[in-house]
């Protein structure tokens, strides 16, 4: 059975992370059988996406303007910068409705086996950010994971030569959580940095 | 954070069955910045798709012409008809190269939960194609599932007015599997069909 565009819809589903042979066919099957409208809306949109979606000229992350809509807000703390992987990260950072600083999206992090060395995520541009002068404190607030200890570890580095304080977000026990349940480093750090 | 066309994209890649709010996002920006050509590339696949591919007028599987490439092949046994309900299942009947005769593909199966009822799997056309005089046989090959199951009695009970062979595929033990570790119904069905 050669039908080439059902085929290179299910080649072009596996584009998508986490997308194998099986589920691009499942998509592309549930797609073209109960949903077709559906799909021609994820084409436009996509086609939207690509063509409006660039990045903040001051934080890097996702918008549709020159500068994202945490940039623009003059009501924001300047003398705070978070500087965080992804847009989603920001967004999680947003949600706890506790900093009212600015941001710098790295739009990645450090990972030298794919490929991924400093200029990928813009350390330059993080730099010229940082040495504007209303810039007191950077908070690294990278992931705890290895990838993201080493993009803090390489930020800090970066930013030691300035007059800034450079902070990390606090390891420690998770709110809620009962020592018994915690993994041994997490509590290891919490003792070490505890108040 | 307003970014319309970020949240349109987000909000069309859940159309994507197993594809919640999580996930979407992730694609979106997996998309937006590490591989905008696989973005385009997949709209335009999906509007190529929609466009160009359509049922067989007779076996109602996925085509991009009037006949499928299996229906518009005269070398294959014109006896035999076997009913399946998705393309899917279609392909892995072929897998096997032990079925030389046509399909008919539901494009379904039966669930009245899902508002899925006997006109949304071409119950009608099923029966119109098993009645052209070079049918002598109609294998049902649905899942073994409820679902499936209740296909198979539905399909079953439309063909019985007919002077027709309805077979069902056998149940058993799957090839290479130790009985130990086979379930019991698997175990009596094989035991009730035994030969």
């Known amino acids: 059975m050669a039908e080439p565009a059902l085929d290179a819809l299910v080649e072009a589903l ?11 066919r499942r998509m592309a099957l549930h797609l073209l059988q109960h949903d077709r409208p559906g799909a021609q809306r994820l084409a436009l949109s996509l086609q939207a996406a690509v ?5 903040c ?10 500068l994202c809509g945490i940039c623009a807000d003059p009501q924001r703390d300047a003398r705070l910068l978070c500087v965080v992987e992804t847009p989603a990260d920001q967004a999680a950072m947003e949600r706890t409705g506790s900093y009212a600083g600015y941001y ?7 990972s030298p086996l794919d490929g ?18 209303e810039v007191e ?16 570890h390489a930020v800090s ?3 030691k030569a300035r007059d800034l304080r450079v902070t990390r977000l606090a390891r420690g026990v998770p709110v809620g959580s009962e020592l018994e349940y915690v993994d041994l ?8 940095d505890r108040r």
């Open 14 to 24: 596996r584009s998508l992370p986490g997308v194998g042979e099986k589920s691009a």
């Open 51 to 55: 063509a409006t979606v660039r990045h």
């Open 57 to 66: 000229v001051r934080c890097h992350t996702f918008t549709e303007s020159e």
């Open 104 to 110: 710098f999206v790295l739009m990645g992090r450090l």
């Open 116 to 133: 991924v060395g400093v200029h990928d995520i813009g350390l330059r541009e993080l730099l010229a950010r940082s040495c504007q002068p």
């Open 137 to 152: 404190e950077v908070i690294v607030a990278t992931n705890f994971t290895a990838e993201g200890e080493a993009t803090a």
């Open 157 to 159: 580095e970066a930013l």
């Open 185 to 192: 480093g997490t509590i290891a750090h919490a003792l070490v």
